[in-house]
């Protein structure tokens, strides 16, 4: 992770784009946190961070889970095609 102030982001966003595709970017107004800059190798990158924090995603994963442990899962053998 690398910290950087918000001045010099907004003079170069263009490399500290290409450089938070690799690690988290953490933006500093006055030498304290004020953002993240996350970057993406590819689309399918940007899809999976969506997917990962996404409200209704995560809520279907969480119910499905409880499904799973309240003993009402199904199996995906048991699931026809």
């Known amino acids: 992770m690398r910290t950087v102030a918000l001045a010099k982001v907004e003079d170069e966003l ?3 784009l290409r450089l ?3 690690e ?6 006055h030498g304290r946190p004020a953002g993240v800059l996350i970057g ?6 940007w ?5 990962e924090h996404h409200p ?3 809520q279907h994963v969480a119910d499905a889970r409880e499904a799973i442990r309240a003993g009402r899962g199904v199996r995906l053998e048991d699931v026809s095609r």
């Open 14 to 16: 263009s490399r500290y």
């Open 20 to 22: 938070a595709s690799a």
């Open 24 to 29: 988290e970017i953490v933006i500093t107004r």
């Open 40 to 45: 993406f190798e590819d689309e399918e990158a």
């Open 47 to 51: 899809f999976d961070h969506r997917l």
């Open 56 to 58: 209704e995603f995560l």
